[in-house]
């Protein structure tokens, strides 16, 4: 199976894959200017490795196999291997189908309201 062995300052922490759906790693950096109610801005520097599949017909599921912070000077590496084994996700989340069938009825409110007008 297709997946990704990342590492973090050298150090291998996960190879993280799926058999198929969407897999993702994602470096990301925030940051907010000072704010007068607070003492300082938001400055995060962030990695997240995580997936989403399809559970069909039960909807879909995220994976989570790393959410850690990083600092300046740190290294990432990812690794694109084929195995037979993957690690575990720390976190997997199902869809509520409740909540999805709200958010999508919705969205079709909005947009029949916009085009019907």
């Known amino acids: 199976m297709r997946a ?7 150090k291998i922490i996960c190879v ?3 058999e198929s ?3 993702t ?3 990301s950096w925030v940051r907010d200017p000072p704010d007068p109610e607070f003492a300082s801005g938001r400055d995060e520097l962030e990695f997240n490795v995580g997936g989403r599949v399809s ?7 995220d994976l989570s196999w790393i959410k850690q912070p990083l600092k300046v000077g740190d290294t990432v590496g990812i690794r694109i291997v084929d195995v037979e084994n993957i690690d575990e ?3 997997r989340e199902r869809d509520d189908p409740k909540l999805v069938e709200r958010s999508q ?6 947009m029949k309201r916009k085009f019907e007008e």
Not at 55 to 61: A, K
Not at 105 to 110: D, L
Request: hydrophobic residues 45%.
């Open 4 to 10: 990704f062995e990342i590492s973090v300052n050298g």
């Open 16 to 18: 993280a894959g799926l």
């Open 21 to 23: 759906g969407v897999l």
């Open 25 to 27: 790693a994602i470096l």
């Open 55 to 61: 559970l069909s017909p039960e909807g879909s599921e």
């Open 89 to 91: 996700p720390v976190t």
């Open 105 to 110: 009825r919705a969205f079709y409110e909005r």
